[in-house]
């Protein structure tokens, strides 16, 4: 008889292990000091005394999903940005500078639990101030990846075709603070936390900081995460300042290495993505959020081709409007399947590896997470079948179970959600926090900051103004 | 004091009457004799004495969602068939021969339930046999806009280039089922059940027939529901038999009005779309399906341009996987953004106005349904702003409501369905079934179709063969 921490009873196991997606059935999970220990026949089970057995009948046990890019920042501003051309002109605009840094906190704890309650166990979130978000991750229990942003070009109105000002003030402090925050949270919360460096983009951060960032990142042995070439704004502004396109500006940088995470690839063409890739940076894809800002399907499948390792992210809120990897999963397949009018384009498999296995390879934490496999920490969620939108189960001659998870599932299937071992959400709750608290401390600040913003709304007189006028929201 | 059925409190109703969103606050909806009688300022509620006041604090209150189109008989067979070119060779033809009336009937209810939780409350569905379909739409109490498919080309193998073989036998006698279905159902369950006429295509379906259709349909003042230039194979079979192309077939055939509700469109060119707009018709779009099997989108935004009404529908779960209209309202716009790489398209209140009033003049309901305006028929639901993924709640100098029920809401957010004035579901539980045991009889049937379909599932040996293979399922 072995002791043992924790035994995990299923009908299907999704292991991640391998190429494919390490399907396992008539099998127990055993876990022991946080992580994986094996799988054992269930007529084996017997020989183990666990001091948690977890009987998910009628559920599909899947790794924890990651999500390798987000800013939860910007969930206090949730839905105001979308169907206007000049996303952060005509959307976001109005509402970027009027946040406190208490109502930012307030709705980026929500953006989390939304995130988490979809089954991420993996937070790729990226703000400017993160000690509260590193707070409330240790204290949830879930693993972060995270970032600071830096950046050393002023925020102001900038007319067409002037080049940003780089500020050495503002570099000097804000490069300080992701320093910091990485003195601070590195390996901190039992090691489910890690700090990256995050230059937000090549127009906004001078080629010096850049360097420097690189510099420290690379003496601390951890990754960069940074914009790449993420739209015609960006591409003129380095044509402009460097006389080539940001690809090449990076490349003859010495930014594209294995110890980056360049996200977006929007202004890219597959042949700048595939050389990215080549380089041996990862990539952080956000469908959703470009879809529906950009109207864009970014090369992430390019990428793929060329040997990269992509994440998917749900990125922010104020223009995707929600932070679901079960929706990015969908979007993924969906986008490229219509980009190359080709259904058998990023089939179900390949999206569910995205959110688990390649998306931990593609954010560093690839020997940590993202995949059942002995001597991994023990992060996993447990996805009901007995759900109309799972309905019904099929295994022979084929297993539907994937197709389902990826096409139909919309998030809230997910019941158990185990983080290095320990359970931090039951019947779909997550245990530490109180989820109303977090709803109602959002819910005191949109009055004040619609009004502070509405001056400037109605200036900048986006789409979303004659919305209003017509009684389109 | 005045005595009435029904008071509904809410922070917010989305009306839909006009041209926008028919947005309306500080009031309460008044219900009487299953319709909409008014609605009042909330100062002056004092004045009514209501059997049922409904307290719908912290929800949004909305029109029933419309399915336009949807075949629930392939439930049953939910996530057998997608990420395959040749979506009826390779995807679902296994499966095509082997299903029970059983299966079917046990599967459809299923696809009807979730379709119900998740806000549905007017199902344009659309199978070969539909008794069982309206018994639950009956028991149930939503609103069934219900169609029998009609046939007379031959099932059976045909060589490519052959023309499909018309039989007269099989033509009478599903057109027979058809006429039956529509003298046993049609108006039935007080009014909520409407039957349509439904040839299955112009290439499945003779000439004659069509006529003989169109004749039975115009005397009995009902719809005929037509899926419209499918694919490149209906495209081909036309060509070769009539020497044109199906719009053109069907316009000079005298079939393109405004009784004809034309179904998907793929393989039309905008011109063509905007033709059968211009002769009155409408049309039912299904962004999710025909993007997953067919990697398209479909025109119906040219169709819209051209004056036309078009439904959304979910389609079919063998290939879209689910039957959710807040998926397809994210679909459409989504994919239309892509399609034409412009964010300003398809803003989100097109999508609800799609989901329903527009979905319910598509489909003949328009002065029913769709719009919760006085003489209407009660049909809303109540939709939760409490939850993460409708959070935070902004009301100046933008409402953000409308963008999050159609970006981020999955659709379990609808708590409260009322149809005809009746609560049919509460609290997310649809009342008069027992949900679990309508799952539990579907789970009876997988095992053995498995069984049955297996032979042809490995001789026809699509990519699911492959990754079954693989591990990849």
């Known amino acids: 008889m072995k002791r043992v921490d924790m035994l995990v009873k299923a009908p299907h196991f999704y292991t991640m292990q391998g190429e494919g997606v390490g399907y396992k059935s008539g099998v127990a999970m055993i876990v022991n000091g946080g992580k994986i220990e094996e799988f054992v026949p269930l007529e084996q089970i017997e020989d183990y005394k666990a001091d948690e057995i977890l009987d998910m009948d009628h559920h599909v046990i899947l790794p924890g999903l990651i999500d390798g890019h987000m800013h939860s920042c910007y969930n206090i501003f949730r839905g105001l940005a979308q169907d206007a051309?000049?996303?952060m002109m005509y959307g976001i605009q109005p509402f970027n500078n009027i946040e406190t840094r208490e109502s930012v906190d307030a709705g980026a704890k929500v953006a989390l639990l939304e995130s988490i309650k979809a089954g991420t166990t993996t937070l790729g979130d990226y703000n400017t101030y993160m000690d509260d978000v590193c707070q409330f991750i240790e204290k949830v229990g879930v693993r972060g990846n995270l970032t600071c942003m830096v950046r050393d070009a002023l925020k102001k109105t900038y007319q067409p075709g002037e080049l940003y000002e780089f500020n050495d003030a503002l570099g000097t402090e804000e490069f300080q603070r992701n320093l910091d925050l990485f003195d601070r949270w590195h390996n901190k919360a039992n090691g489910r936390i890690k700090i990256l460096f995050g230059p937000q983009a090549a127009d906004f951060v001078s080629a010096e900081l850049l360097l420097k960032i690189q510099k420290a990142a690379k003496e601390r042995k951890t990754k960069i995460h940074l914009h790449v070439q993420q739209g015609d704004r960006e591409t003129d502004q380095i044509m402009r300042r460097y006389g080539k396109r940001p690809t090449k500006f990076l490349e003859d940088l010495g930014y594209l290495d294995q110890d980056l995470i360049a996200v977006h690839l929007t202004d890219c063409t597959d042949e700048e993505a595939m050389t990215i890739a080549r380089h041996g940076a990862s990539m952080a894809v956000n469908p959703g959020c470009i879809g529906l800002v950009d109207g864009l399907v970014c090369p992430s499948l390019a990428f793929q081709k060329a040997g990269g390792n992509v994440a998917l992210g749900s990125d922010q809120a104020a223009g995707n409007n929600c932070h679901n990897m079960f929706n990015e999963m969908k979007n993924i397949t969906m986008m490229n399947k219509i980009r190359y009018q080709d259904p058998e384009i990023m089939p179900a498999?390949?999206?569910?590896?995205?959110?688990?296995?390649?998306?931990?390879?593609?954010?560093?934490?690839g020997d940590i997470t993202g995949s059942l496999e002995p001597g991994k920490q023990a992060d996993f969620i447990a996805v009901d079948l007995n759900v109309p939108s799972m309905q019904p189960v099929f295994t022979y001659p084929m297993r539907n179970i994937v197709p389902n998870l990826v096409y139909s599932a919309r998030g809230n299937e997910v019941r158990l959600s185990v983080v290095d071992g320990k359970i931090i959400m039951k019947d779909g709750k997550v245990l530490a926090v109180d989820e109303?608290?977090?709803?109602?401390?959002?819910?005191?600040?949109?009055?004040?900051?619609?009004?502070?913003?509405?001056?400037?709304?109605?200036?900048?007189?986006?789409?979303?103004?004659?919305?209003?006028?017509?009684?389109?929201l």
Chains 1, 2 share one sequence.
Do not use: H
């Open 85 to 87: 051309n000049g996303w």
């Open 349 to 365: 498999w390949r999206a569910l590896r995205m959110a688990t296995i390649e998306g931990a390879r593609a954010i560093g934490l």
């Open 436 to 472: 109303d608290e977090l709803m109602k401390d959002m819910q005191k600040y949109p009055d004040e900051l619609g009004k502070a913003a509405s001056k400037e709304f109605f200036e900048i007189n986006g789409p979303n103004v004659r919305f209003m006028e017509e009684d389109k």
